[in-house]
């Protein structure tokens, strides 16, 4: 029994499906590496549309944009794919977005002609929509130039948020220390940022906010990533070390119910794209992350 093994050779299976050639270097980078790009990619699904009172009044004063937009608006309602107006450097695992990762914010090319020398994505735009995808619904909150100084540092993003879904962010309530501390320049967040430093939280005019996807850790990844990561690697070997120690007890359970002997017995993992431990010869589901509770093929 190897699920560590199974797991890494997991994630280049699934990584090459998505055009990505990789080769893990361990079993811990290939989850970093694939927990990364999960967290980059928008999942497809059909969503609700919401639209800023900032955005909406762009079908009047920048119809040429707000038409564009409109091609994405028709894909997220269906539940088509988003991900080809990402940055077409999404599936490098070492390319990390810190605006998503400190706020929880995409940010969209508005083309919706296929670029011709990568097909998974549309051409790039130089002005893009910013938005904030949660599973049900998708918050568009305005255009930008991507040439736009400090762009994805900007501060009005969460402005923006704050004036219309004001439930999406968490206050500190008034807290001294936060509220009453220096505001930080947009220019400076994003140059520390950039470096691998992580704020926490952001003063916007009177109030100050947890950051919504909590930051980045030195070396530039999600810290939702890292912990996540952690976890599964926790999960994964108590899980092995629960099979082992119980090793008669599963071999009798498979006899009863599969009649299959011990020698023909095969634990393994895989990604479903949940990680589920298996009995290869009965296709048996044991377990699967995050749930604890086996339950039968």
């Known amino acids: 029994m190897?699920?560590?093994g199974d797991i890494q050779k997991e994630v280049e299976r699934v990584l090459g499906a998505n055009?990505?050639?990789?080769?893990?270097?361990?079993y811990a980078d290939s989850l970093t590496d694939y927990l990364t790009l999960n967290r980059k990619y928008i999942k497809q699904q059909p969503r609700e549309v919401l639209l800023s009172k900032e955005?909406?009044?762009?079908?009047?004063?920048?119809?040429?944009?707000?038409?564009?937009?409109?091609?994405?608006?028709?894909?997220?309602?269906?539940?088509?794919?988003?991900?080809?107006?990402?940055s077409e450097r999404?599936?490098?695992?070492?390319?990390?977005?810190?605006?998503?990762?400190?706020?929880?914010?995409?940010?969209?090319?508005?083309?919706?002609?296929?670029n011709r020398k990568d097909k998974r994505f549309n051409k790039r735009t130089k002005y893009l929509v910013f938005a904030c995808v949660k599973k049900e619904a998708i918050y568009f909150l305005d255009f930008a130039s991507h040439d736009q100084a400090n762009i994805f540092a900007e501060e009005n993003w969460l402005r923006i948020i704050a004036n219309?879904?004001?439930?999406?962010?968490?206050?500190?309530?008034?807290?001294?220390?936060?509220?009453?501390g220096q505001k930080i320049t947009t220019a400076l967040r994003n140059e520390l940022w950039n470096t691998g430093?992580?704020?926490g939280f952001t003063k916007v005019d009177d109030n100050a906010y947890v950051d919504p996807g909590i930051g980045i850790t030195?070396?530039?990844?999600?810290?939702?990533?890292m912990i996540e990561r952690n976890e599964i690697i926790r999960w994964v070997y108590e899980h092995g070390k629960l099979i082992i120690e119980s090793k008669t007890?599963?071999?009798?359970?498979?006899?009863?119910?599969?009649?299959?002997?011990?020698?023909?017995?095969r634990y393994k993992a895989r990604l479903t794209p949940r990680i589920q431990i298996y009995e290869q010869t009965t296709g048996d589901i044991l377990f699967e992350y995050p749930n604890y509770i086996t339950k039968r093929a």
Do not use: C, M
């Open 2 to 4: 190897d699920l560590e």
């Open 19 to 26: 055009g990505v050639k990789y080769k893990a270097k361990n």
């Open 55 to 86: 955005l909406s009044i762009k079908q009047s004063s920048d119809p040429n944009r707000w038409n564009q937009l409109q091609n994405i608006i028709r894909a997220v309602k269906k539940g088509g794919n988003l991900n080809q107006y990402q």
């Open 90 to 114: 999404l599936y490098q695992v070492n390319f990390h977005d810190y605006l998503l990762y400190n706020w929880n914010i995409h940010h969209l090319h508005l083309s919706s002609e296929q």
């Open 164 to 180: 219309n879904w004001p439930s999406l962010l968490t206050p500190y309530d008034g807290d001294p220390i936060f509220s009453n």
């Open 197 to 199: 430093y992580s704020i």
């Open 218 to 225: 030195s070396s530039g990844h999600s810290i939702l990533v």
């Open 249 to 265: 007890e599963f071999e009798e359970a498979f006899a009863k119910l599969f009649n299959i002997s011990s020698e023909k017995i």
